[in-house]
């Protein structure tokens, strides 16, 4: 047995873009199948964009059944698609392409008991019609039947018929035969379990498909040809079938008529087997399946693996120890309605399911939805739970216990979801992508689908390096540690995969992009990027889709240029401080170099220059370098709080260090500070400066600042001055001044002001959207309402929050209202 090591090293995989002289562009169903997301969510559409998957209210599980595999409890593998067929094998797969001009036609010399085709879904599904269709440009079969199997037996599949045709057919092209339950179930609950069709004829005209004439028999192609019939007439007129040679013997007046028949092409063009929509379970767990150990959470795996004939005896719910339970992560929010619980024998007497959306409480835990408590006296085997239709992830069931007898029963195969609709929040990420070289990355362009109700976010990272993580897999595909694989028996061994993933250098993800167009938000240059797309639709019948995305390439200002700043560690949160920022940038020939420096910071404190150098690091250290401001380069604020300082001519050449100080406040655990170069000659090109060692006196060589945030709120430093204000126009208390500090929050975020009076109603919406909320914040408030009408004297509840992943964090205080 040899041993497969792979090295996936996608981050180098052309595939996955296309590299022109001055952009990266994804645009080709190979590029977006690189991307990573929810396993099942990601869809590549036909006009080749890239959108979210939209789960069918019906769908024919044959159309992609070569997209399904799993692993049996015996670690056999079970391949979707053909599985078996008795002739004319290389057409069979054409019955379940989705073109109807396409078809199987068996063999004539072939027996007849050789005339069927067999398919495997790769999955169990839950059949409710099969449909057999008959290609218009051949015949139909004669005579056939449709069986369909659920593979739960031993010794090969055992079948049921789904339909058949008994009487002689040559003319009836389509036929749809409802699949007949085996077992009584609910009268809302149709179809039975199958994972095997089989088509099988059972009689066929052969060469005496239809009766023509000489003239067009002997038009016909020899292979449609068919039999020739003499015929011998008696004295009595009656018509005896004699062979061409008794023919011709006979005297003229006993020969009869020749009837000449073309032959029966019968043509199988499409077999369809309709299930009540897509199975999301199937769809989001069957890659966790291949990656996973057997026994890591056996009741989950053996009922979410697509097979019929893997099943788990569950145990009885344990609220206090909050066991027993089967917990499903379909990696996603999808529109789901309905699930069904499939059982071979000795279904669940009592059950219960709660479903969620994925949110979560404030000390993190998930809420859930508790459907109500279900008994199954009539032991059903097929179970439905229907629920309106809303976003759901996570499903539980519990298996519960009405009076503890033995004959209560909980035997489990499966759990299957459907719905219908797009998901309403999916986030999607591209490989790595690697150029050449260093290069700047410029702006981010993409061409889009947005309808009414959707929405399209994109980000960036950057970076340098990679690191490696490996994976061992046994024999079956499943995932085992390291130790565990090299104390494996060689035949047990499987692959050894190694896969490159950013290193520690990389910066965070961007804040998004709010434009196709913008510039590039991630530091470059850089070897390195990465995009993530996020696709959000309120209503599920639409979805946004994205057709293109192109970052633009440029060569750098500076051959590399690196900063650190002082100090980095001890800061007091929310004070103002002093700190020096030291640039140092390297050229070679030929670079355009820059007249400008963009310094930022992640908060909404602003930034104020006090002092700008240049010299060398001894001359800084010395306090003799020369003064660029206040002198001759002059500097600007702006919206994000950041400053730009503008040099009166390009910098091209230099071996000296340039020192920066500012003063400013931080308000996150570690605040980031990014130094941009630029040049006016080539607007919309930022390189971004990396943390690195400039001299020897800062020794930070660090952008990020640390502070000490345990004794600060999320949400802080709340106060309205004057505590009564009289807005009537003299100029004096006209406006309440709301003031409070956002700390350790980074990422958007919307900060919930609210005005609203005593019995809790909203009188104003003063909500503001930040891309960095951490900061300080005043708002005002003049004393009107959302109409823009004075409101009424008296005392208001001014009520400020934020959102976070743990749940909601708040403030109210009282402002008077007089005139």
Known sequence: MFLLFISPLWAQDTTAYRLEPDRLVMDAPEHWRAWRGPPGALVVEEDHSLASRYLHRQDNALANATQFQAITVGGDTVIGG??????????????????????????????????????????????????????????????????????????????????????????????????????????????????????????????????????????????????????????????????????????????????????????????????????????????????????????????????????????????????????????????????????????????????????????????????????????????????????????????????????????????????????????????????????????????????????????????????????????????????????????????????????????????????????????????????????????????ARLHRLELGLAPPLVEQALAEIWPAEGVKPGQEEEFSLQLKPIFRPGNPGFDGLRLRATGAAPLELLRLEVGTPAQLRLRQGRQLFPGEVEWSGLEDGGIEMRFPRPVTSSTLVYAATFRTQVFLNATPFQVELLHSSRPGVVQTASPGDVTEELESQSLAVVAAMERYRLLDQVAVVPAIFTPNGDGINDQAQIHFSVFRFAGTQTLRVEICDLQGRRVRDLSLHRDQPSGEHVLSWDGRDQAGLLAPPGIYLVRIGLSTDTGDSGAVVLVGLAY
């Open 82 to 543: 053909i599985e078996a067929v008795g002739s004319n094998p290389l057409a069979a797969p054409l019955i379940m392409d989705g073109d109807p001009s396409t078809y199987w036609e068996p063999d004539p010399a072939d027996s007849l008991a050789n005339w069927y085709v067999e398919v495997n879904l790769g999955r169990a599904v839950v059949a409710e019609q099969v449909v057999v269709r008959f290609a218009r440009e051949g015949d139909p079969f004669l005579k056939f039947r449709v069986l369909l199997s659920d593979e739960a037996g031993q010794g090969g599949p055992r079948f049921y018929r789904a339909g058949q045709v008994s009487q002689p057919n040559q003319d009836q092209y389509e036929f749809t035969f409802p699949v007949v339950p085996r077992h009584v179930q609910a009268r809302e609950v149709s179809g039975d379990v199958a994972q095997v069709v089989r088509f099988e004829v059972l009689a066929s005209a052969g060469p005496r498909a239809e009766e023509v004439s000489l003239a067009r028999y002997q038009e016909f192609p020899q292979a449609d040809q068919g039999a020739v019939d003499h015929f011998r007439r008696t004295l009595s007129e009656r018509l005896i079938p004699v062979s061409q040679g008794v023919y011709q013997a006979l005297p003229q007046e006993e020969q009869g008529p020749i009837r000449y028949y073309r032959r029966e092409r019968p043509r199988l063009a499409e077999l369809e087997v309709l299930t009540p929509g897509d199975n999301i379970v199937v769809l989001s767990q069957r890659q966790r399946q291949l990656g996973s150990d057997l026994f890591a959470d056996i009741v989950r795996t053996l009922t979410t693996d697509g097979l019929f004939s893997s099943f788990y005896p569950m145990r009885v719910y344990d609220p206090l120890r909050e066991q027993n339970q089967v917990q499903i992560d379909l990696g996603a929010p999808y529109w789901l309605d309905r699930l069904r619980l499939l059982s071979p024998h000795d279904p669940l007497s009592a059950y219960q399911v709660r479903i969620s959306d994925g949110s979560v409480q404030p000390n993190g835990q998930t809420i859930w939805q508790e459907l109500e408590e279900q008994r199954n006296p009539l032991g059903f085997l097929q179970l439905e739970e229907r629920f309106p239709l809303q976003p759901v992830r996570f499903i539980e069931l519990r298996r519960l216990q009405v009076v503890g007898s033995p004959s209560e029963t909980g035997t489990l195969a499966e759990i299957q979801a459907y719905g219908e609709g797009y998901l309403p929040d999916l986030v999607l990420t591209s490989p790595v992508l690697l150029l050449p070289g260093a290069r700047m990355f410029t702006q981010v362009d993409w061409e889009a689908q947005t309808p009414p109700g959707t929405s399209l976010e994109v980000r960036t990272r950057s970076g340098d390096t990679l690191r490696e993580v490996r994976s061992y897999f046994d024999r079956f595909g499943r995932q085992i540690s390291q130790e565990q694989w090299e104390a494996a028996p060689l035949r047990n061994k499987g692959v050894r995969r190694i896969e490159q993933v950013p290193g520690p250098d990389w910066s965070d993800w961007s804040g998004a992009y709010l434009e196709s167009g913008e510039g590039f938000r991630s530091p470059s240059p850089r070897r390195m990027a990465m995009v993530q797309v996020r696709l959000r639709s309120r209503d599920p019948r639409v979805a």
